[in-house]
């Protein structure tokens, strides 16, 4: 698989993975399945492997680091910190506020490092910004761990593109985190445009609608009962119903291609900008396998406007998260 750039120096697999659904958000799976998938994933060349302490919490960054104990040298790792985490509680329920303070990145940095059994981070995220911290302290400290060999490259995770031009003022950030799909366009607007002009590389995370664009979720009975995505207003009856008819024109488009509509989905992020790597997450070993062939599809211009039009930004019924969570998204 070629590479592609997070800024000038950090080369990844021009598809990542997010590992995040593997123990945390969707339900989990047993650990010897996520980690022959993340195996399989290193022999395709999706190397770009995307977690963060708050996934568990910790869970998911110890699952990283067992599955690429021995293989270390053929993987780039990325992790994010910037959550308050509660001893108390299980899942989501731990993440109690937002805490991007020079010590906590610090702690978190170290602890982190231990999990992930790693001596070197290879890209840092914040993970939310966190308003009560003005940003040049966070990344402060951040470039600190950089300086000190702990971290080698720094990114923002939801930041908004003044945020970006503040941080990146104080030290080069490698990559902005934000979800970026058919489904979810407000990148567009103001981060994307930032990023080309700086030279900072793009990371889209749910690229395929937190599932949706695969055609494979048809009603909210098809999610299990802990499933993150209940607790989601796209995922609402009443929304799934509205939307099944954008599907149906994605999925007609695919057959047509010759391929999937997770594929024709990833097809259309990638074809957006050699600086932008979806990471879409894969607990199967053929969700990923399918999500990797994506790479050798090959859309023109026209194919890739006429997909616009039939899923217009403004037709899109439900927001891609609750109130308070967006809340959290910087502004």
């Not at 799909?181 to 407000?186: I, M, N």
Request: charged share 25%; hydrophobic share 40%; glycine share 10%.
């Amino acid at each position: 698989m070629d590479d592609r750039h997070l800024g000038p120096d950090l080369a990844v697999s021009a598809l990542g993975l997010g590992c995040m659904g593997m123990s945390f958000a969707y339900g989990g799976q047993p650990e010897a399945e996520s980690i022959r998938t993340l195996h399989r994933a290193i022999e395709l060349g999706v190397t770009f492997l995307d977690t963060a302490e708050v996934y568990g919490p910790y869970e998911n960054e110890e699952l990283v680091g067992r599955a690429i104990k021995g293989m270390r040298e053929r993987v780039v790792i990325a992790t994010k910190f910037g959550f308050k985490i509660s001893d108390q509680g299980s899942g989501t329920e731990r993440m109690i506020g937002l805490d991007s303070r020079p010590e906590h990145v610090r702690a978190v940095c170290e602890a982190s490092l231990k999990r992930l059994g790693v001596d070197v981070i290879d890209l840092f995220y914040q993970h939310r910004v966190d308003p009560a911290v003005p940003i040049e302290e966070t990344v402060g400290a951040m470039a600190d761990l950089v300086r000190a060999g702990k971290v080698r490259a720094l990114g923002l995770s939801e930041a908004s593109a003044a945020t970006i031009r503040r941080a990146h003022a104080v030290h080069p950030i490698a990559a902005v985190q934000s979800e970026y799909s058919l489904w979810s366009r407000e990148p567009e607007a103001e981060v994307l445009p930032t990023c080309r002009e700086l030279g900072i590389g793009f990371v889209s995370y749910s690229p395929l609608g937190r599932g949706l664009l695969t055609g494979s979720i048809r009603d909210r009975e098809s999610l299990g009962a802990d499933d993150f995505r209940r607790t989601l207003p796209r995922f609402e009856a009443a929304n799934l119903s509205a939307n099944r008819p954008l599907l149906h024109v994605l999925e007609t488009m695919a057959t047509e291609k010759g391929i999937t509509p997770a594929q024709l989905a990833l097809a259309w992020i990638l074809h957006q900008g050699d600086f932008i790597v979806p990471i879409p997450g894969a607990r199967k070993i053929r969700h990923l396998e399918e999500n990797a062939a994506a790479v050798a599809v090959t859309l023109s211009n026209e194919d890739a406007s006429a997909i616009e039009r039939s899923m217009p930004k403004d037709a899109i019924s439900g927001g891609r998260y609750t109130a308070n969570a967006l809340a959290l998204v910087d502004g």
